[in-house]
């Protein structure tokens, strides 16, 4: 099955997106999430849930960074495949990526530097328990990104992602994972967890930084 080409995004995707990028930047500034719907172009979105289900490189997922990397089925057991931009359709999610960091770092000041995401794919009974994207004072992912990749998704096929609040772990919000449903919220500051799913759950995550780069480390890594 190929996939169709028809994305037309232009340089000016920032004044395009802006009524839904200023959504984004309210919410944060208020709550420190966001949950959005239909914030990409249609072509955009089906290209990339097409070429989700398409890969035939995913690999296991793990915990941590160089060194520090290691696989534990206990916290999760999704898999994933990093994009690195050179398809047509990762190059304009970058490219959509890379506009709302513009937008946010100018309105809000976030000093975003640079951005990191992959296709994630979640087999049925696979899950991710209560983590944090960054750790507190560590400085490196600042905003995290989910977009869900999922047609005609049931309300009891589960797959929910379950964002907790800091203060009080009985207050969460849960976003089942429809079809182009997009969850951006601070890294540092919201615990989650992805419940198993009864079918194959797609997805892309990804996650703005800011740049840690030394002359002995270049953060982030290549």
């Keep these: ?14 004044t395009d997106n802006t009524p839904s990028f200023s959504v984004i930047a309210d919410d944060i500034r208020a709550k420190g999430f966001s949950i959005q719907h239909g914030v990409l172009p249609p072509g955009l979105l089906d290209a990339l849930a097409v070429r989700a289900q398409q890969l035939h490189r995913y690999d296991p997922a793990g915990i941590g960074r160089e060194q520090q990397f290691q696989q534990n089925q206990f916290v999760r057991t999704d898999e994933i495949c ?25 309105h809000l000041f976030l000093g975003l530097f640079s951005f990191e995401s992959h296709f994630a794919h979640y087999p049925p009974g696979s899950f991710y328990k209560k983590h944090y994207d960054a750790f507190q004072g560590e400085a490196n992912r600042v905003l995290s990104v989910v977009l869900y990749l999922n047609s005609n998704w049931a309300a ?3 797959g929910e992602l379950v964002i907790y609040s800091q203060d009080n772990a009985d207050d ?4 089942t994972p429809l079809m182009g449903t997009m969850v951006i919220f601070l890294s540092e500051e919201f615990p989650h967890e992805v419940l198993p799913a009864t079918r194959d759950r797609f997805s892309i995550a990804g996650w703005f930084r800011v740049n840690n780069s030394t002359a002995q480390r270049v953060d982030p890594p290549k």
């Design 1 to 14: 099955m190929a996939i169709q080409a028809d994305i037309h995004l232009t340089n000016n995707q920032e």
């Design 82 to 106: 990093w994009i690195d931009g050179t398809l047509p359709e990762t190059q304009e999610w970058l490219t959509w990526t890379t506009n709302l960091k513009t937008y946010l770092n100018r």
């Design 156 to 158: 009891d096929e589960g």
């Design 172 to 175: 969460t919000v849960t976003v």
